[in-house]
């Protein structure tokens, strides 16, 4: 696992660069922070961030990239989080972070920012005074965020770089309570869309696939059988910020409709749709429900068919199965048994004799 790719990962790294960021010399002591102290922090604002968090950390440790200490009377609590000397260097390179020089820092303290960068002066940052001149620039400029622009857009406009705001918004420290927002730069960060369907059904619910075969598969089962308005490609882990585009689904079916999600069982197939549904509420959109049907008939197939079995697959977390609902009893043996069960097993010709 790549801290980058997890929320905790990124906490973690941000805080190191607060603690060492523009410290040059050597350490004798690995960085940690407590698990008390994270709390603290308000990392962790429901149980469903706490459970995710708790997981990451785990696959995080086995990979290498931290070492966990557990509380002494409660074994399975954590205690501390350490990142080791010897991954600090994996860190920075994961995170792309280059300790910036002794002008650079001095460049930075001295420049006069315009008030919404001023936060540099007592800030440790390990971004070039070029692009951070590059923002000063544009904030100096009164009309500069009038029209707001997609991410990308912007980005282009002040490094001439596509990606450069992205990887800063995401992996530097510039942004956050108290320093800068996209909303200075006028811009916005945009979900990937979401492909979809059109179904056969006019009145009937919307159904969200993981993965693109099984989409396929479901297209052509509903001109046969018409039970959907729309069948819509999830993408996998894109689908969690995707769900926001449903709102466009909707416009072109004629009106919100009952959202319901397939994929794979497995860890992941179950936390995506789980973050995607508390996603949707936010944005007042339906809440994105287990199909019942489908998941039913995956489970049926596997005792017609022998997969084989994936030793050390991630198991999912209680909000996790709490998501699939009263399905979860059924499905737990079996992942136990197998690792995961991939939706592919539910393939056309299953749909259609099943």
């Known amino acids: 696992m790549n801290p980058k790719d997890s929320p905790i990962g990124q906490a973690l790294f941000e805080q190191w660069q607060r603690a060492r960021g523009r410290i040059s010399a050597p350490r004798s002591r690995p960085f940690s922070r407590t698990w008390a102290r994270l709390e603290d922090a308000g990392l962790f604002p429901s149980a469903h961030e706490e459970q995710d968090a708790v997981r990451d950390l785990r696959d995080l440790e086995t990979d290498g990239w931290v070492r966990l200490t557990s509380e002494r009377y409660y074994r399975h609590r954590i205690a501390t989080i350490k990142i080791p000397l010897e991954a600090e260097s994996r860190w920075k390179e994961a995170f792309d972070f280059t300790e910036p020089s002794v002008d650079q820092r001095k460049q930075i303290a001295e420049w006069a920012w315009t008030e919404t ?26 009309s500069g965020t009038e029209i707001r622009l997609p991410i990308k857009e912007r980005s282009l406009q002040l490094f001439g770089d596509e990606k450069r705001l992205d990887e800063l918004f995401r992996n530097s420290v510039i942004f956050g309570d108290g320093r ?28 969200i696939i993981e993965n693109a075969a099984t989409w396929e598969s479901f297209r052509q089962w509903d001109r046969i059988r018409p039970r959907f308005s729309a069948i819509v490609y999830g993408g996998g882990e894109r689908f969690r910020e995707g769900v926001r585009h449903l709102s466009e689904v909707f416009r072109e079916i004629g009106g919100g409709r009952p959202v319901f999600y397939f994929g794979d069982l ?25 199909h019942g049907e489908s998941y039913s008939k995956l489970i049926d197939r596997m005792a017609a068919v022998s997969p084989l079995s994936k030793a050390n697959e991630e198991w999912p977390s209680a909000a996790d199965f709490a998501w699939l609902g009263e399905i979860s009893e059924i499905a737990r043996p079996l992942l136990r048994q197998y690792g995961r069960i991939p939706q592919e097993w539910l393939n056309l010709e299953c749909l259609l004799h099943g």
């Open 180 to 207: 800068l927002g996209l909303e200075d730069l006028g811009c916005y960060l945009v979900p990937e869309p979401l492909p979809w369907s059109r179904g056969a059904n006019s009145d009937g619910p919307v159904i």
């Open 117 to 142: 960068m001023t936060f540099l002066k007592s800030c440790r940052v390990n971004v070039p005074f070029k692009d951070l001149r590059a923002i000063d620039k544009f904030l100096e400029s009164a």
């Open 266 to 290: 497995d860890a992941a197939g179950l936390r995506i749709p789980r973050l995607a549904d508390l996603a949707a509420q936010e944005e007042g959109l339906p809440g994105v429900r287990p």
